[in-house]
């Protein structure tokens, strides 16, 4: 397995090398990182493997940010991070940043190596799986202010970008419960397991049988529905709902909820659950104060902005309502805006197929990947060529 190691001195860097050349590990590359120098741009071009990395504490909030992007954007990196602070603050920081293990500076080798063999043990995991990921992925959950507003829309095309152009495994969880429609934006054909089918045997919930529920929309995306009977929906319980998401999050790097716009105890449990809240609106008077009434009973629930991310959909550059005005009535600041593109976004639906196919240059699709890439903390891979366009749009 391959490893990448930062220190802060020449002689830790040596320490750090013989320990994992100890292990039978490979060293892709060994830098020592001068006083002052910035991680981020040390962090590019990592692939698969371990960082183990010095972080004094001069540089530990920005060392920490940093290592949170890449952590997200790379969940296939594991970090073990060097640090002459060990408060438990610090810790639960480092964790929340993506760290798998913190050892003390200066680094016993004794330490290095117990956090190294639990950390290739982690990697095995994955390796070995069957179920694909065996980890911790993000959930992000949408919601419209409004019934129509667009979450279904943007729940399903941000779902194929995440998994397509962004190569992440991701799910989409329909929990619309009662009249949940995603499936008519990722696919044509019916759908014959739903979500009940998971709540009504919650004793035997495996990946086996998450699996054999869910439909493979495509090599890295599924879809879990939502049952076909409303009186079914009913039955479902929170704690169900947090068993499956939990398990959903384990298989998958992005778990994406569609939300009904009404609150009740299973919208609560998900938006609780979630990591991200992109909260759709459209521009006019009635959904600007749903918004208001919305983003205050998130705050209520404890909920930090940084949580929240509000998105004007159907936005018209010379409607009654501009972003400012917008801002200052819900109290928030605009994440994004999505263009009004009604024939486009129209016929993605009548086909069943996500808009990046039909029409990739259309603007409600340059606002998603910018959407998304933010999401991922990761810039927007190279365009695809005209040929790989032309042979997934002909599948
Ligand atoms: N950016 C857009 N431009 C034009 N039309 C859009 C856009 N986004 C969504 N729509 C259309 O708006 C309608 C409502 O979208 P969608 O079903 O996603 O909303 P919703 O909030 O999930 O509604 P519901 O409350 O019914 O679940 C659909 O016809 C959809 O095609
Ligand atoms: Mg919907």
Redesign the pocket.
């Known amino acids: 397995m391959n490893t990448y190691l930062i220190a802060s001195d020449a002689t830790t860097l040596e320490l750090l090398r013989s320990t994992v050349q100890s292990q039978s590990l490979t060293v892709k590359s060994a830098l020592v990182r001068a006083e002052g120098q910035l991680l981020m741009p040390l962090l590019q071009n990592l692939e698969v493997g371990i960082l183990v990395v010095c972080s004094g504490q001069a540089q530990k909030t920005e060392d920490l940010d940093a290592l949170e992007s890449m952590t997200w954007a790379n969940p296939k990196i594991s970090v073990i991070l060097i640090s002459d602070s060990d408060t438990k603050e610090d810790l639960v920081r480092a964790m929340r940043s993506g760290v798998r293990e913190v050892v003390a500076s200066p680094p016993a080798q004794n330490d290095l190596i117990a956090a190294l063999s639990r950390v290739v043990a982690h990697h095995e995991k994955i390796r070995t799986s069957e179920d694909g990921y065996v980890g911790s992925g993000k959930i992000v959950a949408f919601i419209?202010c409004?019934?129509?507003?667009?979450?279904?829309?943007?729940?399903?095309n941000t779902a194929h970008l995440i998994a397509d152009t962004f190569n992440r495994r991701c799910v989409l969880v329909d929990l619309?419960l009662q009249?949940g429609?995603a499936s008519y934006?990722m696919s044509q054909d019916g759908v014959k397991n739903n979500i009940s089918d998971l709540t009504q045997q919650i004793d035997r919930l495996d990946a086996q049988l998450l699996n054999s529920c869910m439909h493979s929309i495509s090599p890295r995306l599924n879809l879990l529905a939502a049952p076909d009977e409303a009186g079914v929906a009913l039955a479902i319980t929170a704690n169900q709902l947090e068993q499956v998401l939990t398990l959903a999050k384990r298989m998958h790097e992005f778990v994406l909820l569609?939300l009904?716009?009404t609150i009740d105890a299973l919208t609560l449990k998900a938006l609780d659950m979630a990591d991200v809240v992109y909260v759709?609106m459209e521009c006019n008077l009635p959904v600007v104060r749903n918004a208001k009434r919305l983003v205050k009973l998130f705050r209520s629930l404890g909920y930090g902005d940084d949580k929240l991310r509000l998105l004007v959909?159907?936005?018209q550059e010379d409607g009654l309502l501009d972003v400012k005005s917008i801002e200052q009535a819900v109290g928030i600041k605009v994440h994004h805006t999505?263009?009004?593109?009604?024939a486009?976004?129209?016929e993605?639906?009548n086909l069943g197929k996500p808009l990046e196919l039909l029409h990739p240059q259309n603007g409600?699709l340059t606002a998603l990947r910018d959407i998304t890439a933010s999401l991922l903390h990761t810039p927007l891979p190279k365009a695809r060529g005209w040929m790989d366009r032309w042979m997934r749009k002909a599948a």
């Open positions: 419209s409004k019934g129509g507003s667009g979450s279904t829309f943007l729940a399903a619309d009249y429609d934006y569609d009904d716009s759709a959909n159907k936005y999505i263009p009004n593109q009604f486009a976004v129209n993605a639906f409600v």
